[in-house]
């Protein structure tokens, strides 16, 4: 796994990121030094599609990147005949995506997977029984935020769900700081240096947008979601379930 060294060295110009060839590289570590409790959330997913996979159904993993979830998906299923779609809309992550799935098989031989590059914003969800959403929403326009989780949730099946997970803010501003000040702290100890924190975040400020826990509880319960739960959170990460 190659080291993320992106934002090591100090930039004339530091430009929005991008999930580019360079950030496809270093993802798997990445993501892992950068989001605290990645790997505590993932390793939960076979539980959630082992309980709430049915049959004869679709499950997505949306934003699906390298395919971490989708291979939890696979791991869990325990109903036959359900089919995963997963979601990017970069073909380099997908590339990637589609070797690792190579290497992995389904618990079930009637479970299939399919990759798909496209926009979530225009994706039909259709016959779903499980919609994974990991760390996407927040970089879609807010704006637009509502109209998916509403396209999420007609696409579900009655009883179907949502595993929403998302980085976010507090309206307390010293429960905030603490939150980010932690957040730093969990880079420093995964070997980030000041420099590589404070360019990374320049470069997602203007493309990763936050909301609150109560922004996204409020819009999950526009959508029609009944149950919504906060079932994970570590420092300003945090992930909903939600059930139609």
């Excluded at 989780?149 to 700081?177: A, C, M, W």
């Amino acid at each position: 796994m190659k080291k993320d060294r992106i934002f090591n060295t100090p930039l004339d110009e530091i430009i929005d990121f991008r999930f580019d060839e360079n950030v496809v590289k270093v993802f798997p570590d990445m993501i892992k030094r950068s989001v605290p409790g990645y790997t505590t959330l993932i390793s939960q997913i076979p539980a959630f599609a082992a309980r709430y996979a049915q049959e004869n159904s679709h499950c997505y993993d949306l934003g699906c990147s390298l395919g971490a979830t989708t291979l939890m998906l696979q791991q869990g299923i325990r109903t036959p005949n359900c089919h995963i779609i997963a979601v990017d809309n970069s073909p380099a992550m997908l590339e990637q995506c589609q070797k690792s799935l190579a290497r992995s098989s389904p618990s079930l031989p009637s479970t299939t997977t399919e990759l798909r590059c496209a926009d979530i914003e225009t994706l039909t969800i259709d016959n779903a029984s499980i919609v994974t959403f990991n760390w996407t929403l927040q970089f879609i326009p807010l704006e637009k935020r509502h109209k998916i989780i509403q396209n999420i949730y007609s696409g579900l099946r009655p009883g179907g769900i949502l595993i929403l997970s998302e980085k976010v803010h507090f309206t307390d501003n010293q429960l905030d700081q603490w939150a980010v000040q932690r957040h730093h702290d969990f880079k420093r100890r995964n070997d980030y240096s000041e420099l590589e924190i404070s360019q990374k975040r320049a470069a997602l400020e203007n493309v990763l947008i936050t909301e609150s826990i109560d922004q996204h509880r409020n819009r999950l319960k526009r959508a029609g979601f009944g149950q919504i739960y906060t079932w994970f959170q570590c420092f300003n990460f945090i992930s909903l379930f939600a059930q139609k």
